[in-house]
């Protein structure tokens, strides 16, 4: 009985030789027990056995010793080896919160909707040029020279993060950057050393200082885990790194560059990094507020009339139970395609959103199309049932951030 027989339409004797042939190499004792007699091998009319690579015929015991039953995807190790297991390696080094076991769904939705996970990153980004923006418009020159720019830096920086701060508690609530001028008038009038309150600046510095501290950063172990994925891929490709493969690596390679957008989402996520929980940036802010109003509202202890506050929600549960309606998502942004931003001698616009969401599309496109034409040239040649998943999870992520904005 051919081999054919034993697996139908199902048999690939290339893939069968190549298993055969890595076998003949991996195992030290597979000459003496597989090669010793003609059980497994046909033997030629020369007395040899057929088991080189040039001629290769086994018989009906060694068909179903070496090529199996048709089991199913009999190499099952090495694909997970060669870029499952480094995609999880990069999935589990996106930033998360290590408080509030509900922010993990923040996978799920990296996964589901990757387009609004990266328009996402890119807002808050953006955000905090803008912050850094308003920092240096809000401060008056002085002379230019070195000194006057170190001074002016470390101001602008200081603003910047304390806004930042506000930004990161109650984004989903600021619609316009005007909030933000509400904020460094109301609390010491920064930036305006003329009228500015010396005692409310030394609390907007040692704020910096505190959300700088509480942040993590998390950059050096991502790299690691992104050469681990990359030496995969490469390793796949390559026999000489890799050690050879036992089948055909197209669909496999085309797979991994298919989910290639995990590298630059995960360098995003950890550069931006986070804080150790929204909690501490919440005390560390509530802490601000509150020094600053006794010193630039002494007189007005009992009034609660323009003092800016963190969030309009009236009690802190409500505001941390309202986080998993909101998304659940460290960095997810429900607000983003509303936000407004305001320049000088403009008015408010907001093409720089939809600026940011073409560029949350590139990283999509580019390793979609190339695991398309990755699989188009792979054996078999051509249109294959691996395109239908690409295309179609790539409609399905073009769909899911659509019902996502809307």
Same mark, same amino acid.
């Given at each position: 009985m051919?081999? $054919?027989?034993?697996?139908? &339409?199902r048999w690939d004797r290339p893939t069968c030789i190549a298993r055969i042939l890595a076998r003949q190499r991996k195992e030290p004792q597979f000459s003496e027990k597989y090669e010793s007699s003609d059980k497994y091998f046909q033997r030629l009319p020369n007395g040899s056995l057929a088991n080189t690579a040039t001629q290769m015929t086994v018989t009906l015991d060694g068909c179903a010793t070496f090529c199996g039953q048709g089991t199913w995807y009999w190499d099952a190790i090495p694909r997970l080896t060669t870029w499952i297991i480094p995609i999880v390696l990069l999935l589990s080094n996106? $930033?998360?919160?290590?408080? &509030?076991?509900?922010?993990f769904v923040t996978i799920i939705h990296t996964v589901g909707d990757p387009i609004d996970s990266f328009w996402s990153l890119l807002h808050k980004i953006y955000v905090w040029r803008r912050l850094h923006a308003m920092a240096v418009d809000r401060c008056e020159p002085r002379a230019e020279n070195q000194t006057w720019w170190t001074y002016a830096a470390l101001r602008w920086s200081v603003i910047a993060t304390v806004l930042a701060g506000f930004e990161e508690i109650s984004g989903a609530y600021i619609e316009t950057e005007l909030r933000y001028t509400m904020v460094l008038n109301q609390l010491g009038h920064i930036g305006h050393p003329s009228v500015q309150s010396g005692p409310a600046w030394q609390e907007w510095r040692q704020c910096a200082r505190r959300l700088a501290d509480a942040r993590t950063n998390e950059f050096l172990r991502?790299?690691?885990?992104i050469f681990v994925y990359i030496f995969s891929v490469v390793a796949a490709l390559d026999d000489d790194i890799g050690g050879g493969s036992t089948s055909r690596p197209g669909g496999r390679i085309g797979s991994a560059v298919f989910l290639m957008w995990l590298v630059p989402l995960a360098l995003f996520s950890n550069v931006i990094g986070t804080f150790t929980s929204r909690r501490t940036c919440l005390t560390i802010m509530r802490l601000f507020v509150q020094n600053s109003r006794g010193r630039v509202y002494h007189r007005q202890r009992h009034s609660s009339a323009d003092r800016p506050a963190l969030i309009p929600i009236p009690s802190w549960t409500e505001y941390f139970h309202s986080l998993h309606w909101l998304g659940a998502v460290y960095t997810y942004r429900p607000w983003k395609l509303g936000y407004r931003s305001v320049r000088?001698?403009?008015?408010?616009?907001y093409a720089s959103n939809w600026f940011l969401y073409l560029l949350s599309l590139f990283p999509i496109f580019v390793s979609a199309v190339g695991a398309f034409v990755i699989m188009w040239y792979a054996v078999p040649v051509g249109w294959s049932c691996r395109h239908i998943w690409v295309v179609g999870l790539t409609v399905a992520w073009l769909l899911s951030n659509l019902f996502t904005i809307w």
């Open positions: 051919p081999c $054919e027989k034993l697996h139908l &339409d996106i $930033e998360l919160s290590p408080i &509030d076991k509900h922010r991502t790299l690691l885990a000088r001698k403009s008015a408010a616009h």
